[in-house]
């Protein structure tokens, strides 16, 4: 099992150009999220999907656009990527149900806009 | 609005000592709270967790201690080790529903030889 994959693992983008953060789980997981880190910040929810066919906004969704092509996969989109958009960015699966699932964590795509 | 807080950005600690982790929190909806662990370029991984209608939580060398009355958890960490050296994330949730986590600022602990 891989767990839960993203790619890329680097990007550096200019103002204003546009890409899509690709994640993947293969553990049969309902809920998917996105998360950002920033320094002093912790992990802030960009956006979730609490099962297929559906999207939530989280705490910090302005800019950004997901979809969720089917079970396996969740994908975060930056339309016109802007210099505040510079973070970590960490997709992270669970199988919410009936009590608490944990959740679990991709290694992170490391994003630069310059 | 900061829902979660770890008011200690770093806290430093001597090998086989107790390291103490807190985390305070706003929202009185939260039913669990978790500690996630997270090592450079990687993931956050989930340590251990503890549910609102208990006050202790142990796994191990890890114990979580809740106190709801005064909406603050701890983490103990005993004996500390040198790879427990990473930046620690308290997290907050509730049950129902999609399970979204508000996390704290972290804690980075280093523990010397």
């Known amino acids: 099992n891989a767990g839960v994959t993203q790619t890329p693992k680097f990007q550096v983008l200019k103002t204003g150009q546009s890409m899509t953060l690709q994640c993947a789980q293969d553990m049969n997981h309902n809920s998917m999220y996105w998360y950002r880190q920033d320094p002093g910040m912790g992990l802030r929810l960009i956006y979730y999907s609490a099962s297929e066919g559906t999207t939530d906004k989280g705490e910090v969704p302005n800019g950004y656009n997901v979809s969720r092509l089917n079970k396996r996969e969740f994908s975060l989109r930056l339309e016109s990527a802007a210099p505040s958009q510079t973070s970590v960015y960490f997709c992270a699966s669970s199988d919410a149900g009936q009590g608490w699932n944990e959740q679990f964590f991709g290694p992170g795509t490391r994003l630069t806009v310059l | 609005d900061q829902q979660v807080k770890q008011n200690s950005p770093s806290l430093s600690v001597q090998e086989g000592r107790i390291s103490i982790l807190n985390c305070d929190y706003t929202n009185s909806m939260f039913d669990y709270f978790l500690w996630y662990k997270k090592y450079p370029a990687e993931g956050p991984t989930f340590l251990i967790s503890?549910?609102?209608?208990?006050d202790k939580n142990e796994d191990g060398r890890f114990t979580v201690f809740l106190n709801k009355s005064a909406k603050h958890l701890s983490l103990h960490i005993v004996p500390s080790q040198p790879g427990d050296s990473a930046v620690y994330f308290c997290?907050?949730?509730?049950?129902?529903?999609?399970?979204?986590?508000?996390f704290g600022q972290g804690t980075r602990l280093t523990i010397n030889p």
């Open positions: 503890i549910s609102s209608i208990k």
């Open positions: 997290a907050a949730s509730k049950i129902q529903g999609a399970q979204k986590l508000v």
